[in-house]
């Protein structure tokens, strides 16, 4: 699946209760384009700025977590997010921010300025591929045109694609463009659509990816990129065994709720928030440590909505905000 265990071996840090280590952060819901996968593009727009933000924000930075990643919908959309960029970057964290690429190219130079370590972008096909599952006309080159913004500016960039029927047989040819551009993307990330039934790839299809996903593993490895996927991802989901609400929290910047981690946003119930309680006593109360409790488990049932890989990436992305503490340490 991917060079790193879904069983996280991190010895750099082991998590405490109240002390989060990556910190997913959803601005709104506020989106740009219309994706066949996701409704957030149906939902009014936030009249929110920046400063409303900052009090939760700065209640989460206040827990030191190692990473945050700034989510939504579409979060360059926010004017002010450099802002709250550098907030992040000056307590320590590891930032990123995950953009559907349409703003980047104009607004990559100030995120890097800000302290942005990393671009997450979504690519879900190739070319009118990925325009039509996103349906926005020219998305794919505002795309690979802000990669290109985004490194030209000093940072790095994964790649997230939505596994899905209309793009299954775009996965080869996306593997070649984005392992022969000079700078390839640190990692990538293959997500199974989901609540989507029409959009699931037929059984040909699941039959192909089975097949393709260890050599596209095997073939990125050769250029130094992770590929983190599960070669039967549409297989049927069970809730397994999972420490990723030990290290992970999901917050909602409008209201400072908690959530157990990005998987578990909305599909479960709220487990804190960040404006009650004690300095200690936002992540480590009796809802977050019965979350806990059940994932670790295996029989918390929300969890069967999640897959293997996306436990994985967790991980990952923990071992990347520890080696951003390290060279933090070190300079």
């Given at each position: 699946?991917?060079?790193?265990?879904?069983e996280?071996?991190?010895?750099?840090?082991?998590?405490?209760v109240?002390?989060?280590?990556?910190?997913?952060?959803?601005?709104?819901?506020?989106?740009?384009?219309?994706?066949?996968?996701?409704?957030?593009?149906?939902?009014?727009?936030?009249?929110?700025?920046?400063?409303?933000?900052v009090?939760?924000?700065?209640?989460?930075?206040?827990?030191?977590?190692?990473?945050?990643?700034?989510?939504?919908?579409?979060p360059?959309?926010?004017?002010?997010?450099?802002?709250?960029?550098?907030?992040?970057?000056?307590?320590?964290?590891?930032?990123?921010?995950?953009?559907?690429?349409?703003?980047?190219?104009?607004?990559?130079?100030?995120?890097?300025?800000?302290?942005?370590?990393?671009?997450?972008?979504?690519?879900?096909?190739?070319?009118t591929?990925?325009?039509?599952?996103?349906?926005?006309?020219?998305?794919?080159?505002?795309?690979?045109?802000?990669?290109?913004?985004?490194?030209?500016?000093g940072m790095?960039?994964?790649?997230?694609?939505?596994?899905?029927?209309?793009?299954?047989?775009?996965?080869?040819?996306?593997a070649d463009?984005?392992?022969?551009?000079a700078?390839?993307?640190?990692?990538?990330?293959?997500?199974?659509?989901?609540?989507?039934?029409?959009?699931?790839?037929?059984?040909?299809q699941?039959?192909?990816?089975?097949?393709?996903?260890?050599?596209?593993?095997?073939?990125?490895?050769?250029?130094?990129?992770?590929?983190?996927?599960?070669?039967?991802?549409?297989?049927?989901?069970?809730?397994?065994p999972?420490?990723v609400?030990?290290?992970?929290?999901?917050?909602?910047?409008?209201?400072?709720?908690?959530?157990?981690?990005?998987?578990l946003?909305?599909a479960?119930?709220?487990?804190?928030?960040?404006?009650?309680?004690?300095?200690?006593?936002?992540?480590?109360?009796?809802?977050?440590?019965?979350?806990?409790?059940?994932?670790?488990?295996?029989?918390?049932?929300?969890?069967?909505?999640?897959?293997?890989?996306s436990?994985?990436?967790?991980?990952f992305?923990?071992?990347?905000?520890?080696?951003?503490?390290?060279?933090?340490?070190?300079?």
């Amino acid at each position: 699946m991917s060079v790193i265990s879904q069983e996280d071996t991190d010895e750099h840090r082991s998590s405490s209760v109240g002390v989060p280590e990556l910190v997913y952060f959803n601005l709104f819901d506020d989106c740009n384009v219309r994706c066949n996968m996701c409704e957030c593009w149906k939902r009014p727009r936030s009249a929110k700025s920046a400063e409303d933000f900052v009090e939760v924000l700065d209640q989460v930075l206040a827990r030191r977590p190692r990473a945050i990643r700034f989510t939504g919908g579409e979060p360059l959309l926010l004017r002010g997010l450099p802002d709250l960029v550098r907030r992040g970057a000056e307590s320590g964290a590891r930032v990123s921010v995950i953009t559907n690429g349409r703003l980047l190219t104009s607004k990559a130079r100030r995120l890097a300025d800000a302290g942005c370590t990393e671009i997450v972008i979504s690519l879900d096909g190739v070319g009118t591929t990925h325009d039509r599952i996103r349906r926005n006309r020219g998305l794919f080159d505002k795309c690979l045109a802000g990669i290109d913004a985004a490194t030209t500016a000093g940072m790095s960039y994964g790649v997230n694609t939505v596994v899905q029927r209309m793009g299954v047989e775009d996965l080869q040819t996306l593997a070649d463009l984005l392992l022969s551009r000079a700078l390839p993307p640190r990692w990538w990330h293959l997500i199974p659509v989901r609540d989507h039934d029409d959009l699931v790839p037929t059984a040909e299809q699941r039959s192909h990816l089975r097949r393709l996903i260890p050599a596209l593993i095997d073939r990125a490895a050769e250029h130094g990129v992770d590929v983190i996927a599960e070669p039967d991802m549409f297989g049927e989901q069970r809730p397994a065994p999972c420490t990723v609400p030990a290290f992970t929290a999901y917050v909602r910047a409008d209201s400072g709720e908690v959530y157990g981690c990005n998987m578990l946003a909305y599909a479960d119930g709220v487990i804190a928030d960040v404006r009650e309680g004690s300095a200690s006593g936002h992540w480590g109360g009796s809802r977050a440590e019965d979350l806990r409790a059940r994932c670790a488990e295996g029989t918390n049932t929300a969890c069967s909505r999640c897959d293997p890989a996306s436990r994985t990436m967790n991980h990952f992305l923990r071992h990347l905000a520890a080696d951003h503490a390290l060279e933090g340490a070190s300079r």
